[in-house]
């Protein structure tokens, strides 16, 4: 029977987490999400925008008499499934990627658009000739090449670019139609890419890409016996239940994410991640010194997610100790 590891932010004693003495510890999880575009802001008249569910969509610039200025920007949202990264640099993003198809062979300028706190960068580039064809754009991001800053201020630029990449809080793209005629463009498979070619967006969910990311495969069926048994940061879970508990493989300090999130006239209830399936245990001491005792077994996750556990008999003011155990482990 292995112990986890469970860590966070406050005091810690490895192994366990406490009520009294030592404070309660909270691990961190990633929230993924798929991209898709919605309608930003429109500039001028007779400009309509559809969006899809499959992350798409379509903007139309119908024809005006009387010339000037028309733009439509298109945002990247959060939907269900996927994953689309804040932090560029951690993430290795190196190209924000899409499909663009025009019916017009002058399709004019448009530029994709990164956003942070307080400052907005553009990159421009041309739209292809190609009529009612998808043409496959794909914007580079380098962390040493900074794009043009429209919004905000800064001494530095280069410092600037390299403190927002670490906080995107938007990205998406900038249409900007050449002359009054009517024109419709749909932009569709909106993504962001790392180096390695891994793509965050439409196309896999959130295990799927972190699979793909570890292992190089987007299922589960698709492992083999090793990789279901690696432990890559040699913590005791596999890195398998680690993507799938939400936690973080790469280290071993983050695996395993327990807190306490209430402690009471009621007792003391505590929240841990686990995996569809899996057997827990709790063990409880009333110091680090006299040893853990069994509190309860047999605690079987019914999801892969939380798992909440009240220890009614923890009423008075303690210390208690405790440490979470997967069984039969």
Request: glycine residues 10%; aromatic residues 8%; proline residues 3%.
């Amino acid at each position: 029977m292995k112990t986890r590891r469970n860590t966070g932010v406050g005091r810690w004693v490895r192994g366990t987490i406490a009520v009294g003495a030592v404070a309660c510890l909270m691990g961190a999880c990633v929230s993924q999400a798929m991209a898709g575009l919605t309608q930003g802001p429109v500039r001028g008249n007779g400009v309509v925008v559809t969006t899809d569910d499959d992350g798409s969509a379509t903007v139309v610039f119908k024809a005006i008499g009387i010339p000037s200025p028309r733009g439509c920007t298109l945002q990247a949202v959060s939907k269900p499934n996927g994953t689309l990264p804040s932090d560029y640099l951690s993430a290795g993003i190196a190209n924000v990627a899409f499909t663009m198809t025009c019916d017009q062979a002058r399709s004019g300028n448009a530029r994709a658009i990164l956003a942070s706190s307080g400052r907005v960068w553009t990159k421009w580039f041309n739209v292809s000739s190609a009529v009612d064809t998808p043409v496959a754009y794909s914007i580079g991001v380098s962390a040493d090449e900074p794009w043009i800053l429209i919004k905000g201020s800064s001494e530095d630029f280069a410092a600037a670019w390299q403190e927002d990449l670490a906080n995107i809080t938007a990205v998406g793209l900038y249409i900007d139609p050449p002359s009054m005629i009517a024109k419709t463009y749909e932009v569709a498979s909106f993504q962001l890419v790392d180096a390695n070619g891994t793509s965050y967006g439409a196309n896999l969910t959130a295990l799927e890409l972190a699979l793909k990311r570890r292992f190089g495969v987007t299922s589960l069926s698709a492992l083999s016996d090793a990789q279901k048994a690696a432990d890559d940061d040699g913590d005791g879970m596999t890195s398998v239940d680690e993507i799938r508990s939400e936690n973080d493989q790469d280290f071993a300090d983050s695996i395993f994410a327990a807190e306490i999130v209430s402690s009471d006239e009621n007792g003391v209830t505590i929240r841990w991640a686990c995996v569809d399936a899996e057997e827990y245990g709790i063990r409880r001491a009333a110091s680090l010194l006299s040893g853990f005792q069994p509190l309860v077994d047999a605690l079987v996750a019914t999801e892969t997610g939380y798992m909440y556990y009240t220890d009614g008999t923890a009423t008075g003011e303690g210390p208690y100790f405790y440490t979470i155990v997967r069984d039969n482990k």
